[in-house]
């Protein structure tokens, strides 16, 4: 039988690696003692054989064969190494990064040098419990990551001045390009955006791309010349500049309002508890990167960007907004608010496409505010300034002009002798700074610079480093009158409460205590792939080769990353069948809009850029049509048949009709329904007859791994969810990353960035900040594809599928499966269908969601993509006797609903409807309900023995929306 081979090691001689790859000395005669596929696989060889009985079939490989369209199929072993033991793995990929260059980088340009506090790496970053936990779109058991994203909400709110913030974004270019889309949505009929020459100019590289997806000119000039008139929606300055100058805006901004425009600062947090603040002096929003409050440069991230803004914009507001709402019991709860998933219900409607947001990283933020306080931050600050200013001092003093008055941490600096020579100089001590193409240098103070640091860096300017304490004794580091912030922030008890370790830890964990997490149970949501994120795939993550370094340092301090993207670009070409990839994308929503601005580059330099008909299936991912909108293609829906497929017919009429205009079609393989499409290579066909490209969402590409591919079914380009398939952990709804590859007639058009060169010879601009998107958690699915190598890969395909089918077909009877292919079998999810259960018992599926919770799981996706149905996905790494609990629960629900349907619990009182029951309430002294406290809180044996308890009742969000709050609350509104 074919699953035996799941426990053996991998046999046959190992695949030859290119010089500088490996340094592993591998055997095929002496066994291997430590093998990690089959603990990254939950069923053991019984359990397939068990499973397989129930599903009536023979073999693991007679299911595929079911499953599985044999004209797609990959009929070759992956071409990539063999599996590595955990040990072996992490010593090669030490020496695949050892030749990066932890140098000392004064850069700046948005990244700083800051200190992870230990607590916070050891008790967040490290933690299962707070980054294996999903997107909390069920917040009764996703109180604890909400408390602490309201806490990053407040810190933005509260050092910007503004009083809306959202929850995240993907960094600081994203979130300015967001904000362009915002005022341009505000400002209707103005197509101008006026940006400052002065910005960072990765965020400039950012803001082009997408402006010139959007429609929206963007103009890049002096502030001090811009034209106001009635063709501008916006303007982007920032606060302080990409010089380090701090100047005055207030009377541009009154100048930007007075022409009906808006304004948008681009500007820094720890500034700010030092700077007077944006909302203060003019502007309507506010972006920036919240790095340096706590989290690595990381080669570019990822890091959590924020954005804040006034009352009047928060219907524009991207991405997600956490508010403060009631549960059933009248007590405060905390939900998303707003644009929740509003991608997926609005599709092409949507003013965003956000999906993944930086959610663990705005944790780590947030938490670095509520470590510090704000007398904390100001103290960071304060130091800061103290160093930019005594370097400046020193230099002056040294006979260097310094060119700015007013700054903050960064000294432009004209050096009396050239810059060659301090750049010699600067080399010879390991140290980076910015040199601008006019001769002057940058030098960027951060929080881990130390006083030694500072002596180096006169030194490097021809002074001496004795020179520091008596020059840092003369200088006068306040701000005039003009700049001084004068406001207090952070004034909410819980950035003053936490200050001993000891009670800073207890409440990370009282925090990490109210959410479910893969460290509980299985979390079933279909199209999301919550599989194990294993502790070796993790460990690289913090290593200070991988984490200390900074975006922009010189490409030959690199080439431990250099060498990581180009395996992993390798492995991910071979997987997916494409000629090239990037990993610039650092989302899958990013993922998807640069797939398609590379085929609209691709098609305006043949002359068909009047190729804007985006075709979508209905069964395509919800993120699709806005991500197409926010590409500038019109989109036009395809029809799926009775059977969840693809309508062929419709698809064909649509392609033919508008084929002079068709740009591309995006396609979600296997479906969003959960089936292998038996037409998807005429699909394709008729695309490319018609002369448009196929754009294939690969965020089901778990389901394909090792059994098909991509680029071999007439895709031309398809992006992958590395935080998905390739094990990077959702942190709670970020990080993500999501690369794409593509045909090789699209590979000169990958983006590239303005600092950094990547990308092809056609490149169109930068999608993110950084040159490679998050690159520090990509060595995350680099370990996961050498740990699993070529047979394990295959093998997790044929699991999750196999897992997938099993709990289809235990649940059938009592909940029936919507689609399956043909052959009655699914791929690595299914959508059930309760439907028919509201109108005997009033039950819908929101109601069987919320009951799950009492019995210790996370609920399916709800109502998506069918309204009102629940669409699970059990993923690989699942045993089945968690499968087993699974699906007790929910024919125990079924149960429950029947007592309904026959009367015997009433529609307006029974455990589904009251759903979830906290302990609170199970403990009341009065219990009024039709069923026993017993039924409500251990409905099942088995739950008594791992209880998970809601931190809140069923929580209102229509009040939450009403009521839109989304900074920290006061203390007295938590009584009732």
């Not at 590289?205 to 000119?217: H, Q, S």
Request: hydrophobic share 40%; charged share 20%.
């Amino acid at each position: 039988m074919d699953v035996a081979r799941r426990n053996a090691p991998a046999s046959g001689a190992p695949q030859a690696r290119r010089t500088g790859e490996a340094r592993t000395v591998t055997s095929t005669s002496i066994p291997q003692p430590d093998v990690f596929t089959p603990r990254h696989l939950g069923p053991s060889d019984s359990d397939v054989e068990a499973m397989l009985k129930v599903l009536g079939y023979p073999s693991l490989d007679a299911l595929i064969d079911a499953t599985v369209p044999s004209n797609i199929r990959f009929n070759r072993p992956l071409n990539l190494p063999a599996a590595l033991s955990e040990q072996e793995a992490l010593a090669e990929f030490k020496a695949m990064v050892a030749p990066n260059q932890v140098w000392r980088s004064f850069i700046g340009q948005g990244y700083y040098g800051t200190h992870t506090p230990a607590v916070i790496q050891r008790n967040i970053l490290e933690n299962p419990g707070w980054y294996t936990a999903y997107t909390p779109y069920q917040a009764e058991i996703a109180q604890g990551r909400l408390e602490a994203l309201l806490n990053f909400q407040t810190t933005a709110i509260d050092l910007t001045g503004l009083p809306l913030a959202s929850a995240s974004l993907l960094d600081e270019g994203t979130a300015a390009a967001e904000a362009m889309q915002m005022l341009h949505a505000a400002r209707s009929g103005r197509d101008v955006f006026l940006v400052a020459d002065d910005c960072h100019p990765q965020t400039i590289d950012v803001v082009k791309a997408r402006g010139a997806a959007r429609g929206i000119t963007v103009t890049v000039q002096p502030a001090a010349t811009f034209t106001l008139d009635a063709t501008v929606c916006g303007v982007l300055i920032q606060y302080p500049n990409t010089f380090g100058s701090v100047e005055d805006y207030r009377a541009l901004c009154d100048r930007v309002h007075a022409a009906g425009a808006l304004v948008v600062a681009a500007t820094d947090l720890l500034a700010l508890t030092l700077l007077a603040p944006p909302g203060e002096w003019g502007a309507d929003v506010a972006v920036g990167n919240a790095q340096r409050f706590g989290v690595p440069f990381g080669y570019g991230g990822p890091h959590a960007a924020f954005l804040t803004t006034k009352e009047d914009l928060k219907r524009l507001m991207p991405g997600r907004i956490i508010g403060v709402s009631r549960d059933s019991n009248g007590r405060p709860a905390m939900r998303m608010a707003l644009g929740t998933r509003e991608q997926h219900i609005r599709r092409e409607k949507a003013t965003s496409n956000i999906c993944t947001a930086q959610v663990l990283l705005a944790v780590m933020s947030g938490m670095y505010a509520v470590f510090h306080g704000p007398d904390g931050l100001a103290r960071i600050a304060k130091r800061v300034h103290h160093l930019a200013e005594t370097f400046a001092a020193g230099a002056r003093a040294l006979g260097h002009a310094v060119l700015h008055e007013v700054f903050f941490d960064t000294v432009r600096v004209s050096p009396k002798g050239g810059a060659s020579a301090v750049k010699q100089a600067a080399e010879a001590r390991k140290i980076n700074l910015r040199y601008f193409e006019d001769g002057t240098i940058g030098i960027s103070m951060g929080e881990t610079t130390t006083a030694a640091d500072l002596g180096d860096l006169l030194a490097v300017f021809g002074g001496t480093a004795s020179a520091v304490d008596a020059t840092a004794k003369g200088v006068d580091p306040r701000f005039d009158e003009r700049f001084r912030r004068t406001s207090a922030f952070l004034t909410h008890p819980v950035f003053h409460t936490h200050r001993s370790e000891t009670d800073f830890q207890r409440y990370v964990r009282s925090l990490e205590a109210k959410d479910l997490s893969l460290v509980h149970s299985m979390i079933s949501l279909g199209s999301c792939t919550m599989k194990l994120n294993a502790a070796a795939e993790m460990f690289p993550v913090t290593w200070p080769e991988i984490g200390n370094i900074h975006p922009f340092a010189p490409v030959e301090q690199t080439q431990g990353y250099r060498a990581l993207f180009d395996k992993l670009e390798g492995a991910l070409g071979e997987i997916t069948g494409f000629h090239a990839v990037s990993l610039q994308p650092n989302a899958g929503s990013q993922g998807e809009y640069t797939g398609l601005l590379v085929i609209r580059a691709y098609q305006a330099a043949r002359g068909e850029g009047h190729r804007t008909i985006c075709l979508i299936p209905q069964s395509a991912h919800g993120t699709n049509p806005a991500s197409a909108v926010m590409a500038g293609l019109n989109v036009v829906v395809v029809k799926t048949d009775p059977h969840g497929n693809i309508d062929v017919a419709d698809l064909k009429a649509k392609a033919e009709q508008h084929a002079a205009s068709l740009s591309a079609l995006m396609v979600t393989y296997p479906s969003t329904h959960g089936v292998f499409e038996e037409a998807i290579t005429e699909i394709t066909e008729v695309i490319h007859r018609c002369g448009g490209q196929v754009y294939l969402d690969g965020a089901n590409m778990n389901a394909m791994v090792g059994l098909c591919r991509p680029g071999d079914i007439g895709a031309d380009v398809c992006h992958l969810n590395l935080h998905k398939t390739f094990a990077i952990p959702h942190g709670g709804g970020g990080p993500g990353v999501g690369p794409i590859g593509v045909a090789e007639h699209l590979a000169p058009f990958l983006p590239g960035h303005v600092v950094v060169k990547t990308g092809g010879a056609q490149a169109i601009g930068a999608v993110a900040s950084a040159p490679w998107g998050s690159a520090s958690v990509v060595p995350i699915s680099m370990m996961y594809i050498m740990l699993l190598g070529s047979e394990g890969l295959t093998m997790s395909t044929k699991i999750a599928i196999l897992n997938a089918n099993y709990v289809a077909k235990r649940l059938d009877a009592e909940y029936p499966v919507l689609y399956k292919g043909k052959n009655g079998t699914i791929a690595h999810e299914c959508i059930v269908d309760p439907r028919a259960l509201k109108a005997t018992s009033g039950i819908d599926a929101g109601d069987i969601g919320k009951r799950l919770m009492d019995y210790g799981f996370h609920a399916p996706t709800i109502s998506f993509p069918v309204h009102d149905t629940l669409m699970i996905e059990p993923t690989e790494s699942e045993p089945k006797a968690e499968l087993d609990r699974f699906v007790d629960a929910l024919l125990a629900i079924r149960a429950e609903i029947a007592l309904v349907e026959s009367g015997a619990l009433p529609r307006d009182d029974n455990p589904l409807v009251n759903a979830p029951h906290t302990m609170e309430h199970c403990t009341a002294d009065a219990w009024t309900h039709a069923y026993s406290r017993e039924t409500a809180a251990f409905p099942l044996p088995w739950v008594r023995e791992h209880k998970f308890w809601p931190a809140v009742g069923r929580v209102d969000n229509a009040y939450g929306d009403r009521n839109l709050v989304c900074a920290c609350p006061p203390m007295e509104a938590y009584s009732v």
